[in-house]
Every structure is written in C-alpha cells, then in structure tokens.
C-alpha cells in the first residue's frame, strides 16, 4: 500500500504525519495491518512495515546472535599448514596478533568493528526488546535504541568475512587450509544480525516503546 501525500491548506497535528526518509516528502502517518507495509508514493521508500510476533522473533534472533558470538569470536576459523607448520586463527588471536606485531591502531579498529561494536548493538537490542513490555524501562530502552542507531554503521561483520574470504583464496594455492567451526559460527552470526535488522522494524519498535507513556522516548 502506499501513504497519502498531505494537499495544499492541511495542517494535521504532528504525530499524524511521517516524512520520508530519502525524498523527505511529508504525508498523513498510514495505519497498516500486520505484515503489511505502506511506502512513499513519490520514490517507493519502505515507510513503515508491520510484522506479527515481532518481539518473540527479535528476541529468539537476538539470543541466537549472542549465542554464537563467542564460538565466533574464539574458536578457530582457519587452520594453516605450511612448510610443516601448523597455526589456529580465531578474530581474537588476529586482534592480538596485529598488536603484538607493532600494528596497534590496526588492531584497535578491527576489535571495535568486527568486537565491541556487534556485542555492543546486540546488547542494545537485546534490552530494548526487553524493555518494550516494561513501562519502567521504556525510557532507558529509548536511550538503549538511540545508541544502537548510532553505533549500527561501525558494525563491520560483513567487511571482515570478505577479508577472511579474500585471505582464504589468496592462500589456498600456498598452504594447506581447514575451515574452522568458528567461520561457520562467524557467518551465521552475520545472517541472524542481518535478518535480526530486518526483523526489528523501527517505527513498530519506536511505538512500542513509546505507548501508554507518550513522552518516554522524547
Ligand atoms: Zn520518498
């Protein structure tokens, strides 16, 4: 469906209105059903999107993704043979490699992006789900949101799957490689972040964050 654009004269109050995020054109909030959703009818941006069960789904993902981030993080994703040596990779034993080799600054932006950054929007997520049911909460869960929408773009999982893909290809005609369980963990932390994103639609997350207490997320 899409959303009704506002005619000239109109001057509905504002919670009734929406604007678009890329063309910013300023329409009458749409009321949608569940799993429908109502988008611009000037560039087709998806405005707003209603899914059932949206919390049960956000948290079984969200606990998932916490789940497999440590046997993500610490279990080895390859494991190198060459000249009949043998070593283990894991993302931490890469951090603490790149530190230990003189490469400090390297290091630290590879464990905020790949590290504390993911842990950090899944944690953000984690309570805002939490707090959506709680009115005592819902301030801090607005707050927990704001950070989570800060911070989201730091998220790299997917830059550093495709360096470990690169490495992967660029090594493979030298030394003898073995996947490890920790890459398989990696890639399925990255999908059930990505589906986690779409999952957790904002205005549905911002209104239930926002009712019965109007001015919780101001
Ligand atoms: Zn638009």
Redo the contacts with the bound molecule.
């Keep these: 469906m899409q959303s009704e654009s506002l005619s000239r004269g109109q001057l509905p109050p504002l919670e009734q209105l929406i604007a ?6 300023l329409m009458h909030h749409p009321h949608v059903g569940e799993e429908q959703k109502a988008c ?1 009818p ?4 998806e405005l707003v999107v209603r899914r059932t069960q949206m919390r049960r789904r956000a948290l079984a993902l969200v606990l998932t993704a916490l789940i497999l981030f440590v046997p993500a993080n610490f279990l080895p994703i390859i494991s190198l043979s060459l000249l009949g040596q043998n070593t283990v990779d894991t993302v931490w034993s890469g951090v603490v490699g790149l530190y230990n080799s003189g490469m400090q600054a390297v290091a630290l932006v590879v464990f905020l992006c790949s590290m504390l950054v993911p842990l950090l929007k899944l944690l953000c997520q984690l309570f805002v789900l939490l707090a959506m049911p709680r009115p005592a909460l819902r301030p801090l869960g607005c707050y927990c949101y704001r950070v989570y929408h800060h911070v989201r773009e730091w998220g790299m999982l997917e830059v550093y799957l495709f360096g470990i893909l690169v490495s992967i290809v660029k090594l493979a005609d030298m030394a003898k490689l073995h996947l490890g369980i920790g890459l398989a963990c990696f890639i399925v932390l990255m999908l059930a972040q990505i589906w986690l994103e779409v999952t957790m639609s904002p205005h549905q997350v911002w209104d239930a964050l926002s009712e019965e207490d109007e001015h919780a997320c101001t």
């Excluded at 678009?20 to 054109?25: I, K, P, S, V």
């Excluded at 000037?42 to 941006?45: A, E, I, L, M």
Aim: glycine residues 10%; aromatic residues 10%.
């Design positions: 678009c995020h890329e063309c910013d054109l611009c000037r560039c087709g941006y």
